[in-house]
T-cell receptor, first 109, second 112 residues
Framework: GQQVMQIPQYQHVQEGEDFTTYCNSSTTLSNIQWYKQRPGGHPVFLIQLVKSGEVKKQKRLTFQFGEAKKNSSLHITATQTTDVGTYFCAEDNDYKLSFGAGTTVTVRA | DAGITQSPRHKVTETGTPVTLRCHQTENHRYMYWYRQDPGHGLRLIHYSYGVKDTDKGEVSDGYSVSRSKTEDFLLTLESATSSQTSVYFC???????????FGDGTRLSIL
């Protein structure tokens, strides 16, 4: 089954606001990847985190890997309508990815 | 986007019939994967391949078989489709461990 748990399952955000989605594991992760899937589309790779405490930014998106490598977060600032979609984290395990159930984001204009 | 083509893109069939989905890549990547996506479950791995004729089961492999006779093609077969296999199926490819996965556009399969 899924090794990583994502919360919340749904996130309804007012345009311009910030939000954070979380990815948690009971075991230490070797690395974690994040993907975004637009409605009707396929998952697209966003980023990979490898090191303990790592922080990476992509414009308005900030990705963090926990110090214990058991959790990760994605923070989006000043949400735009283009941020709509489902965000998945995935544990990289022996050439396979185990995906979380995702956080589905909707944006109110 | 990576060169991945899934066919067919949509299919409607009846319970008990065999179904084969095809994934074709032009990237020469070693690893290929089949996932199913259902509401509330994210992406669940069905089978994967780590080379020609080398395949292994994922977390939801019951009722599915796969074959990979060439690097570029990975086939997923439902020998006798059931309504519980109605889903969206994604193929993905990967160059190696620690690399991103690239997904095809998906196949929407409905079994009545």
């Amino acid at each position: 089954g899924q090794q990583v748990m994502q919360i919340p399952q749904y996130q309804h955000v007012q345009e311009g606001e910030d939000f954070t989605t979380y990815c948690n594991s009971s075991t230490t992760l070797s690395n974690i990847q994040w993907y975004k899937q637009r409605p009707g589309g396929h998952p697209v790779f966003l980023i990979q985190l490898v090191k303990s405490g790592e922080v990476k930014k992509q414009k308005r998106l900030t990705f963090q890997f926990g110090e214990a490598k058991k959790n990760s977060s994605l923070h989006i600032t000043a949400t735009q309508t283009t941020d709509v979609g489902t965000y998945f984290c995935a544990e990289d395990n022996d050439y396979k990815l185990s995906f979380g159930a995702g956080t589905t984001v909707t944006v109110r204009a | 986007d990576a060169g991945i083509t899934q066919s067919p893109r949509h299919k409607v069939t009846e319970t008990g019939t065999p179904v084969t989905l095809r994934c074709h890549q032009t990237e020469n990547h070693r690893y290929m994967y089949w996932y199913r996506q259902d509401p509330g479950h994210g992406l669940r791995l069905i089978h994967y391949s780590y080379g020609v004729k080398d395949t292994d089961k994922g977390e939801v492999s019951d009722g599915y078989s796969v074959s990979r006779s060439k690097t570029e093609d990975f086939l997923l077969t439902l020998e006798s489709a059931t309504s519980s296999q109605t889903s969206v199926y994604f193929c993905a490819i990967r160059q190696g461990g620690g690399q991103p996965q690239h997904f095809g556009d998906g196949t929407r399969l409905s079994i009545l």
